[in-house]
Nanobody, 116 residues
């Protein structure tokens, strides 16, 4: 089992910045990252990073968001710059764990609201 605790999020004006962090505890994790879900929309992948540091971003956030990882601290961070109202969503941290099969674990979600 993997437990994920998120921090960060909140209300920010358009063009502003926020940082989300997520720390894993329990079993080992492989890839970690962030999804988001806006009201009335499907959950979408925002960014992910493997245990070796390879990253992947949604086209909508490339050049604005940066994901990073500290394997020793088992923490993944999402730095969000130049935020837009369309970035408003609940952001969920996730982590993949390989036990007897692949499993995916989720954080509780944190609200990000971009509004003037």
């Amino acid at each position: 089992q993997v437990q994920l605790v998120e921090s960060g999020g909140g209300l920010v004006q358009p063009g502003g910045s926020l940082r989300l962090s997520c720390t894993a505890s329990g079993s080992s994790v492989n890839a970690m990252g962030w999804y988001r879900q806006a009201p009335g929309k499907q959950r979408e992948l925002v960014a992910a990073v493997t245990s070796k540091g390879s990253t992947n971003y949604a086209d909508s956030v490339k050049g604005r968001f940066t994901i990073s990882r500290d394997n020793a601290e088992r923490t993944v961070t999402l730095q969000m710059n130049s935020l837009k109202p369309e970035d408003t969503a609940v952001y969920y941290c996730y982590a993949d764990h390989l036990g007897t099969t692949w499993e995916q674990f989720w954080g509780q979600g944190t609200q990000v609201t971009v509004s003037s």
